[in-house]
């Protein structure tokens, strides 16, 4: 397995301009996670989907974020317009099931995102 | 109080070692804990998780788990210089909660 693909793996913008990345989740996985990590921030969860729904937006810091997961094997996070805080490295993972006490999750190489 | 709290480090320990990494949580009602490592410019990776009190082992990594004191542990054996990295701590809730991260370097 290819394990969790992203795109763009760096990317570069200026501020305004309309940002999209891009995950594909490992197959068979019904859970998809976008997290941000920052230096000042950590690692904190923007939103996750099961079965494609969205289940728990509460992360999203604003309503210039946004999260689609068209089909099981696609989901995009876009930011528009960016800002200079937004830069950070954006992480996808997946996971097969979350329980009480699973939640394996597989986190794909991430996004650098520069906005100047 | 933060969810989750780790000391940030850096944590420095000699090869050959035990390097011990600790974690509180604030939420009683969690269920299992995961520990995660990532390397510089890389992404996390799961190490192993627990969800009963006591010791889980996994060759020369063991967590502990007090839910009493709610405190996680990972304790490194034989510190190896390829060790050095960030360690993750994070609580379950139907979603993972991390801590900060607790930056391990081992020194040959």
């Known amino acids: 397995d290819a394990g969790v693909i992203q795109s763009p793996r760096h990317e570069v913008t200026e501020m305004g301009q309309e940002v999209t990345l891009r995950c594909k989740p490992i197959?068979?996985?019904?859970?998809l996670f976008w997290y941000r990590q920052t230096m000042m921030r950590g690692l904190e969860l923007l939103i996750y989907?099961?079965?494609?729904?969205?289940?728990?937006d509460s992360g999203m810091p604003e309503d210039r974020f946004s999260a689609k997961m068209p089909n099981a094997s696609f989901s995009t996070l876009k930011i528009q317009p960016s800002e200079p805080r937004d830069s950070a490295v954006y992480f996808c993972?997946?996971?097969?099931?979350?329980?009480?006490?699973?939640?394996?999750?597989?986190f794909g190489p991430g996004t650098r995102l520069t906005v100047l | 109080q933060k969810e989750v709290e780790q000391n940030s480090g850096p944590l420095s320990v000699p090869e050959g070692a035990i390097a011990s990494l600790n974690c509180t949580y604030s939420d009683r009602g969690s269920q299992s804990f995961f520990w995660y490592r990532q390397y510089s410019g890389k992404s996390p990776e799961l190490i192993m998780f627990?969800?009963?009190?006591g010791d889980k082992e996994d060759g020369r990594f063991t967590a502990q788990l007090n839910k009493a004191s709610q405190y996680v542990s990972l304790l490194i054996r034989d510190s190896q210089p390829s060790d050095s990295a960030t360690y993750l701590c994070?609580?379950?809730?139907?979603?993972?909660?991390f801590g900060q991260g607790t930056e391990l370097s081992v020194k040959p």
């Open positions: 994070a609580v379950n809730r139907g979603k993972l909660i």
């Open positions: 993972a997946s996971s097969l099931e979350v329980t009480g006490t699973y939640n394996e999750q597989f």
């Open positions: 627990i969800y009963s009190n």
């Open positions: 197959s068979g996985h019904d859970y």
């Open positions: 989907f099961n079965n494609n729904v969205p289940i728990d």
